[in-house]
Each structure stands twice: as C-alpha cells, then as structure tokens.
C-alpha cells in the first residue's frame, strides 16, 4: 500500500478566495483518501478468519474462504493471500493467476510479485511454468515496490547466491534485520548458536530460522564471520557447495569437475545418501585421516541420525554438537554447556521469534520452538550436575530454566521434567 503524504499547510499569505477553496477541497480529498487507505490497510472480519486458519497451517481449510473473500471483496491483500495459499498447497497455475489479479487491482504489490516468483522458482518443485529468469524478475519487482518485505529478500538471498550477485546477498541480510523480518527473539537464538562454537568451524544448521539469523549476524554485525555456516538442504545443489566453499574458505571433499556429476546414492536397503549427506560424510573421513583441520558442528535441530552411525560420534557442547572421530559415547560436554547458559540474557528470548509480516505459516507454527533448545540444554547440564553430586547447583539451574520458560513466548513445557529433576536433586541433597 503506497503511503498517503500529508498535505503541505496552506500558507497565510494573501491569496484569492477561490484559490483557498480549491486548496480547502484539495485537503479534503487527500484527507478522504488518506481515511480510506487506513481503513484499507485493517483486513475484513472474513479475511482475518481466513488468516487465523492460515496461519496455524490449516491451508484446506483457509483455502475456500479466501477464494470467497478474494470474489466478493475483490481486494489485491485477498488476491494476493488467496494466491500463496494455492502455491503452498502445490497449485501453481491457480497460483499465478490469482497472483496476477492482484497485481490488476494493485501494481505495486510486492506481496503478489513474491508468490510469482516463488511459483515460478524451479528450486521449488517441478513445474511447466517454472522459470529461474521469471522468478529473479518478479523479486527485483517485488523489493523495488517494497524495500522492507522481508517475504522477498528470503528468496532472494537464496537466488542471489545462485547467481553469483553477492551485493545483493549482502543488502538481502541487511533488510531482513532493519525491517524486523528478523526479530530480536530469533537473532539472539542465532547468536547463541554462534557464540561458543570452536574456531572456523562448519556448522551443519537444518531450516530456515537456524540459517537466516545467523548469516545475518555474520555479515551486519560481523558477529563470528569464521564459522561457515552451512544449510543441509542447500548443500544439496552443486552451486551452494562453490559459494561455501568460496565465501567460507571451506575446502570440498570432491573436485570441482565432479560437484554438478553428484548424485543421490541408494543402497541395497533403500537407503538413501543425498548429496549434501556425502560432502559431509566427506568431510567427516578427512577429518579422521586427519587431512581436515576445520571442526564440524551440527545444529540441535539437526536430526542426528540423518547419516547412520554419525550420533555415536556427536557431543552435544550447548546449541550444537560438535563432531569426533573417537565414539563421544553420548557424554556431553559439562564445561561448554555451562558456559553456553551463562550467557544467556532471558529478555533477549522474551519477545516473539517470527517477524509481524512473515508470511510462512510453517514458520508461525514452529519457530518460537527453538527457545525449547535453552532449556533442554539447562535441564541436561542440571542432570549431569545430579549425577556427580552437585545438587545444590543442580537446582539452583532448574529454578533457573522454570523462570526463563515463563518468560518465553512458546511458555511452560518442560514442567513436568522439571519437577522429576527438582525431585531426584533434593532427595540426593538430603
């Protein structure tokens, strides 16, 4: 929606009573249309019932009674809803046309040109429609209509590594963090990720909110620039591997002649080993030979039996888990899970964990989860704590992670497991 500038006050100076009344009925003009634009911007009763189902991801649901809301009150906000819905449940050609309607009724939708685009995007899904110059187009459309919608800086980080334009990359991450798109919630989560891991280490992260954040740490407040951090989806793509191999310094387990020949590996079993799973692996056999100095850590939200039998060689170390050639026989590792809790700030986790305009339901339903990972990792260390005797500091710790749930936006979850440990540490303590 295109802001309404406010009127310039009429001057005092002698002017003819039939210039004040036409300035007098220009301001009531502007005015009207500036009412209409606020009125405008506050979405139907429909719409927000419509949004309340879409945004808990119950897009079938959603689906029919945005399809309603778009016809009778034919708005571009409802098109343009309407179309991301039928792109999210796969129909793609239902997509773009409601997509384009909006576009009719609004050209300056940033939100319409981002659904094309991503509809277009043939990293999304095989498509007749889908066309890697037609997606780059509506983005650049999209963020020139809207500098601040983070929705389309998010493919564009994406499609600008791709294309080799890191300028662009690079204000990509600086949107996403001045807009908001990134909240501070999120961010502190990825600082805390960051902060305690080794030196110029890879860390293998899982989604989208343990990738943003982070990168964007990197490259707006220089925060741990030498961690390369790695998206296990993306790895899958020849182009990704060269960019964290060239941005990052990350030497490849594999030739560059032998990157765009990969291919997911089936075993006899079924089993499958994607590409990304390889250069891992990869990187994991030099590291044993001893002819890879880089540390390797995985996100906590990374499922640590994606690649069998690399769990028995993970040591949980706080936010991540740091890989060893040795078994780790599952101990993790007291010392860095204290200090990754001491420097905790609980207000930095208090406030919402997904941006007032991210469009992604998936991320609305499980993003402020990854607050769960500091108490986890509070109720692991006050275990190990039970365990060796120390009782009192052991409680100490669980009064510590009740009070930070409290705080959370996600709440109370671990209560219950709470109180067991409370439990066990004053019967230990008596």
Not at 390 to 419: C, M, N
Request: glycine letters at 6%; aromatic letters at 8%.
């Amino acid at each position: 929606m295109r802001n309404q500038h406010n009127p310039t006050p009429m001057s005092r100076s002698i002017m003819g009573r039939a210039l004040g009344a036409v300035l007098l009925s220009t301001v009531i003009v502007l005015l009207g249309i500036a009412l209409m634009s606020c009125r405008s911007q506050q979405p139907s009763a429909a719409l927000k019932k419509a949004l309340d189902l879409y945004n808990q991801n119950k897009l079938e649901q959603a689906l029919p009674l945005l399809w309603q809301v778009a016809r009778d009150e034919n708005d571009a906000e409802a098109h343009a809803w309407l179309a991301e819905t039928y792109r999210r449940l796969g129909k793609k050609d239902s997509a773009v046309i409601a997509a384009r309607s909006a576009l009719e009724l609004d050209p300056s939708s940033s939100f319409a040109h981002t659904v094309i685009a991503d509809a277009c995007n043939p990293m999304y899904g095989e498509w007749a429609g889908a066309n890697a110059d037609t997606t780059w187009m509506h983005l650049q459309k999209a963020v020139a209509c809207d500098s601040t919608d983070g929705n389309a800086w998010v493919s564009i980080w994406t499609e600008s590594i791709r294309r080799g334009e890191l300028p662009l990359m690079r204000r990509g991450l600086h949107a996403l963090v001045h807009s908001g798109f990134l909240t501070r919630g999120a961010l502190s989560y990825g600082r805390w990720m960051l902060g305690h891991i080794p030196q110029d280490a890879i860390l293998i992260v899982n989604a989208d909110m343990d990738t943003y954040p982070a990168v964007a740490l990197q490259e707006v407040e220089n925060f741990r620039p030498d961690v390369a951090v790695v998206n296990r989806s993306l790895l899958n793509t020849p182009w990704y591997a060269r960019f964290i191999r060239d941005h990052y310094g990350v030497l490849l387990p594999f030739p560059d002649t032998q990157l765009d020949s990969l291919a997911d590996l089936q075993d006899e079993r079924g089993n499958l080993t994607t590409i990304s799973d390889q250069i891992v692996i990869g990187w994991m056999h030099k590291q044993a030979a001893g002819t890879f100095r880089q540390p390797i850590a995985m996100s906590v939200t990374v499922d640590p039996d994606f690649i069998p039998g690399v769990k028995e060689h993970l040591r949980q170390s706080g936010a991540f888990s740091l890989w060893q050639p040795e078994h780790s026989k599952a101990i993790p590792d007291s010392a860095a899970l204290r200090a990754c809790l001491a420097s905790v700030s609980t207000g930095d986790f208090t406030g919402p964990f997904v941006g007032a305009r991210d469009r992604s339901p998936i991320r609305r339903t499980y993003t402020n989860g990854l607050v769960m990972n500091v108490t986890a990792t509070a109720l692991t260390y006050s275990q190990m704590l039970i365990k060796s005797g120390s009782s009192a500091d052991a409680l100490r710790w669980l009064d510590w992670a009740e009070a930070f749930e409290r705080k959370t936006e996600h709440g109370p979850v671990f209560s219950e497991q709470i109180a067991e440990l409370r439990q066990s540490a004053k019967q230990d303590n008596k």
